[in-house]
């Protein structure tokens, strides 16, 4: 089953469930937020997907129209941005099988020979997949921003004055909602394009935070349930109607040098970020991007990601572009 949220065309709050060919969405009754329907199935002590199929309504919406008239919401989101952590991680991935091989050749090197990414990737490789019960190796971590930087599907991501670069991250994003005893949730899965400044980020790997602190998309749809362990798509970049770069990508646990569950740990082990009523959105890593192949992303570019098991694909066009790199200047009380 996969969720959407989006506005009708009065400007009210819809959910509702994509059909399974795409082509419309069946309203749920009496609801306007995934959020508080899974508050209501934790404190139920129900599944969502349970909740769901009890308030399905007759009523049905073309999936067509409110992708045209730019009317998605993000899958989940929070009445409250402040509230909605946008999160993740990186080194994550095994990429394609000729990547794969080149990867193995380089761990071979002693590993004071290695760079800090490559050892985190060694570790990861080593201790990312623990039993059952235990807690493997730590991933490479970064917070990104609240909910004030998450971009609907279909709207444009801004590109900032002081960015070197504006690349697409192709991405699986885990979405949590945490209960009222501190509990995180896993409402589910979607498309993300993680969205960062890879020149930025390759003049030293330090700016990585900075290149981090951006807006970010994911979407359109939510899929509830277990992530499949081998997650297929592709990714394209398209100006003025061509592709001008296409890959296929990877995801999953058969794809990834983590596990689900050892990401989820370590971003949740942190008391701070299991506050009750919070909503977190957690980046697993990048499967691919344009910037992979030195393709610089220009305004008016359309990012576009898709994956069989996720229906619609996720698509946001760059720009506009902020002119203007202001001072900001801090004043003294």
Known sequence: MRLV??????????????SDDGRVLQTLQGADSVYRLALQAIRERQSLDALVRSRLSPETTSYDEVITERRLLPPLDHPDAARWLITGT????LGSAAARDAMHVK?????????????????????????????????????????????PPEQPLELPAYALDGGDEVEVVGLYVIGDDGTPWRVGFALGNEYADHVMERQNYLYLAH????????????LLGALPVNVTGSARLARNGE??????WLSGDTNMAHSIANLEHHHFKYADFRRPGDVHVHF???ATGSFTKNVKAQVGDVFEIESPAFGRPLRNPLGPARQGDELVEVRML
């Open 107 to 151: 761990l071979q090197q002693d590993e004071a020979q290695l760079t800090d990414s490559m050892k985190m990737f060694k570790w990861g490789m080593e201790g990312g997949k623990p039993q059952a019960g235990r807690i493997g190796v730590q991933p490479e971590w970064f917070y990104k921003g609240d909910g004030r930087c998450v971009v």
């Open 5 to 18: 949220q989006w506005q009708d065309a009065g400007g009210a709050r819809k959910v509702g469930v994509a």
């Open 90 to 93: 990186g080194l994550s991935h």
């Open 211 to 222: 290149s981090k602190l951006r807006q970010c998309a994911y979407g359109p749809e939510l």
């Open 284 to 286: 697993f890593g990048a």
């Open 243 to 248: 592709a001008i770069w296409s890959e296929s």
